[in-house]
């Protein structure tokens, strides 16, 4: 793909929200927003408002603003302190979009990733001490002995008209590798106390789907580690024979979403089967199900193993969504730009087409809204920029980093 610079907001697309004067859905009042049958219609929620929650139109009116186009399959979104915004591109590329919109080069010094199907360069995040280590972070597929994996490096951010990045380290790698082009996982969150969280997939295959509950790998877990990629001593697992050091949670299939939470909290979001997306709030220690326990059904119309929803010793969704959403990409938000909005969760939908917006009481989802359907697009990162604007990442050959901002 050609380099190409954009002036910021090139193109501009009115996506107008409901009337401004709609009134807001009361808790409980309205019909959830999912209309469509069940894939899995005989399996119950665990307890109320787990699925298909009251839907809550807030009456928000918002534009949607090109920044910059061209990217190829755009996958992570990070932003630096001055403003510039850190884009991935699955196909390998790191790209700096700067606060006047240019896009730079490819960012030069990557290790080498292994872009197939679901693979290449996925999450990226920034050092929480950028400003005096100027470090930051990415995930990516790895390529090794036995197939291939996700793994996450660290190097130092230099900027200027050809950005590279130095004193890369490959910080994490995950095992065992597997020969697969799917279920990577990818997202990467610091916690508040400067640990590392790094999500993964089961790798989509049989093989990698029964290692998801087991501790002698990390084939869909939550792992947490140091910012060097050392094992945190308070990890879960630290001392346990047979048991991977990093974990933190397992049991998942495919997590492409996660963030904080305004007190901290580690919250994800996984992709399902069929009729099977997840939002947990994984802790440490804990197992979420997955495979023995889950909501929905496999691709073939069978049961998932004995189609069982719920087994002793494993945690519960917050909630799900059957049929799914393909999320990915998820952001708490806080700004006071949307003020309607205000401690609701935003997750990108893939397959959906959308940004579900989840009202939270508590832990407990009693609300939900779909946004920006309008724009057809399959949404990959959601985020939150300092300006209070909310940042979204469309997946597509041509894909765009769009701002959504009120309407005038």
């Known amino acids: 793909m050609q380099t190409r610079l954009l002036p910021l907001l090139a193109l501009v697309m009115c996506a107008c929200g409901p009337a401004p004067d709609a009134p807001a859905a009361q808790e409980g009042s309205s019909p959830p927003v999912e209309t469509r049958a069940a894939n899995a219609p005989d399996q119950k929620p665990a307890f ?29 979104l990070a932003f630096l302190p001055d403003g ?7 196909a390998g590329r790191l790209r700096l979009v700067g606060a006047d919109g240019q896009l730079s080069t490819p960012v030069a010094g990557l290790p080498a990733v292994d872009a197939n199907g679901q693979g290449g360069l996925l999450g990226v995040a920034v050092d929480p001490n950028f400003a005096s280590n100027g470090l930051i972070y990415w995930t990516y597929a790895q390529a090794g002995d036995g197939g291939n994996g996700t793994a996450a490096a660290r190097g130092k951010l230099i900027s200027g008209p050809s950005p590279r990045v130095e004193g890369v380290q490959v910080i994490w790698s995950q095992t065992p590798k597997l020969n697969s082009s799917l279920h990577f996982g990818g997202r990467l969150v610091f916690a508040r106390d400067g640990t590392l969280f790094i999500t993964t997939g ?21 792992v947490r580690i140091n910012a060097d990629g050392s094992i945190p001593s308070d990890n879960p697992h630290v001392g346990q024979a047979g048991a991977k050091p990093e974990i933190w949670s397992a049991g998942h299939r495919n997590l492409q979403a996660a963030a904080l939470d305004p007190s901290g909290r580690l919250w994800t979001v996984e992709h ?20 023995t326990a889950t909501y929905g059904e496999e691709y073939s119309g069978k049961p998932i193993g004995d189609g069982i929803t719920a087994k002793a010793g494993m945690e519960q969704p917050v909630y799900y969504w059957d049929p799914v959403i393909a999320p990915s990409g998820m952001a708490f938000y806080q700004a ?5 909005w205000k401690g609701s969760l935003l997750v990108g939908a893939l397959r959906g087409q959308h940004v579900a917006r989840l009202t939270l009481k508590g832990d407990r989802v009693v609300g939900e809204e779909r ?8 949404i990959r990162d959601v985020r939150v920029g300092a300006d209070g604007a909310v940042y979204l990442l469309t997946d597509a050959e041509d894909g765009k980093l769009l701002r ?3 309407k005038p």
């Open 371 to 378: 946004l920006f359907e309008d724009l057809g697009q399959r």
């Open 48 to 76: 109320a408002g787990q699925t298909r929650a009251p839907g809550q139109a807030l009456g928000v009116a918002y534009s949607v603003e090109t920044v910059v186009g061209g990217l190829d399959h755009p996958w992570g």
């Open 202 to 222: 089961d790798r989509s295959i049989q093989e990698g789907r029964m290692q998801a509950q087991r501790l002698d790998g990390t084939l869909g877990k939550v």
């Open 84 to 90: 510039t915004r850190l884009v991935t591109e699955r």
């Open 404 to 406: 959504v901002v009120p």
């Open 336 to 340: 006071d730009l949307f003020p309607a």
């Open 272 to 291: 399902g089967a069929k009729g099977g997306d997840e939002l947990n709030q994984p802790q440490a220690g804990k197992d979420y199900g997955w495979p």
